[in-house]
């Protein structure tokens, strides 16, 4: 059961989490309906981590492990969040 749970969370976190971060940063001005924006934080989640982590795994040569997986996932999740903090939007 609790890896039923561990895999949905992290599909969740994995397809939606930094995609919506990087939407609503990028798109804030303009009004989007939550289906538009669903799709463009899916399509940014999967592009931003999978080229992320081919970046790093044939340009640098770290490896591809759950933890730095997670890593990048967090990263690619904060650097909006950063952004949008210091522009004081909180």
Do not use: H, Y
Not at 1 to 30: D, Y
Not at 34 to 41: D, F, G
């Amino acid at each position: 059961m609790i890896e039923i749970l561990q895999a949905v969370l992290g599909g969740i976190f994995l397809v939606l989490v930094p995609g919506t971060a990087w939407c609503l940063l990028l798109f804030k001005k303009e009004k989007k309906d939550i289906l538009e924006l669903a799709a463009l934080s899916i399509a940014l989640s999967i592009s931003l981590s999978t080229l992320s982590i081919f970046f790093l795994n044939s340009l640098l040569g770290v490896r591809i492990t759950l933890i730095n997986a997670g890593i990048v996932l967090l990263v690619l999740t904060g650097i909006p969040v950063l952004i949008w903090i210091r522009n004081g939007n909180i």
